[in-house]
């Protein structure tokens, strides 16, 4: 269990995570489920993200990471991309801005000459007591990050998606089982839930697949840098499991969607709870 972690600034390192995430670096095991696909993951440095792109590298992808600032934790994730044998491109800069989205992907079409997966996972959160103390610039900065972010990096993806693409955004159990402490957050989650079953109705006719993964409390740096200690140390304990998940307990799901296995799912929000039901 995440007791006695250290705490630490937003948004967070692994490596100064006593207890390490578990992001499948041993274990994951490709079969070629996403052969010559090309991705854009957001936020994927560390925690679901790492996970994710060390999956789809392995399963034949190549990967763009696009993180905000952890250079560390951006480098040793594309070191395991690049491992895996698949290309890995690092873009950091604040999604909060319009022209950085817009560079983003640029920047992932010309690298990886083409995208075929988007996966916005990149998200912002803070603890607050009161909703008093929610600074106003914190409220809007979370939208900017967690959904305004998703819009404008869909629209500048269209012209470079096509028929089978899938777009696959991060949600969360908060979107229907919302934490008060985290309301700016949550209010968020619960956005990216309706975009994603808006989307998804939108761009069925052009053959683009829109899906959200709502993982339940994952362990990643964002815990211990966002969450005060007594939280942190019973981080999970309140699932039917008991437990936290792993970043590579999550994964799994991104790459079901990503996958052509997937070409009949759309407007899906699958579930890694560990068992809290979602309606």
């Keep these: ?115 075929d997966v988007l996966v916005n996972n990149a998200a912002h959160q803070m603890t607050y007591k009161t909703v008093e103390e929610i600074p106003d610039e914190e409220w809007v900065n979370t939208f900017d990050v967690n959904i305004t972010a998703m819009f404008r990096l869909v629209q500048a993806a269209m012209p470079h998606l096509g028929e089978g693409a899938s777009i696959i955004n991060t949600s969360s159990v908060n979107y229907d089982q919302p934490k008060p402490t985290l309301l700016p957050y949550a209010t968020t989650k619960g956005a990216i839930a309706n975009f994603t079953a808006g989307l998804a109705q939108m761009l069925g006719d052009r053959g683009i697949r829109v899906n959200a993964v709502a993982p339940g409390p994952i362990w990643t740096p964002l815990i211990p840098s966002t969450m005060p200690a007594d939280q942190v140390a019973e981080f999970g304990k309140n699932t039917p499991l008991g437990r936290p998940g792993e970043p590579r307990e999550v994964a799994p799901a991104y790459v079901l969607l990503a996958s052509d296995e997937a070409s009949y799912i759309s407007g899906a929000v699958i579930p890694v709870t560990g068992g809290k039901p979602i309606l």
Excluded at 66 to 88: H, I, P
Aim: aromatic content about 2%; hydrophobic content about 35%; glycine content about 12%.
């Design 1 to 115: 269990m995440p007791e006695n972690e250290p705490a630490q600034t937003p948004p967070g390192s692994t490596a100064a995570m006593r207890r390490k995430p578990d992001h499948g670096e041993d274990s994951y095991r490709g079969s070629g489920r996403l052969d010559g696909k090309r991705v854009l993951i957001t936020g994927g440095d560390s925690g679901i993200g790492r996970a994710v792109a060390i999956a789809f590298a392995r399963e034949g992808a190549d990967v763009a990471i696009s993180y905000l600032n952890e250079e560390d934790d951006a480098r040793d994730t594309a070191a395991l991309v690049e491992k895996a044998g698949r290309r890995a491109v690092l873009l950091p800069g604040d999604l909060s801005t319009r022209d950085q989205c817009r560079e983003v992907i640029d920047r992932t079409v010309r690298e990886l000459g083409g995208l």
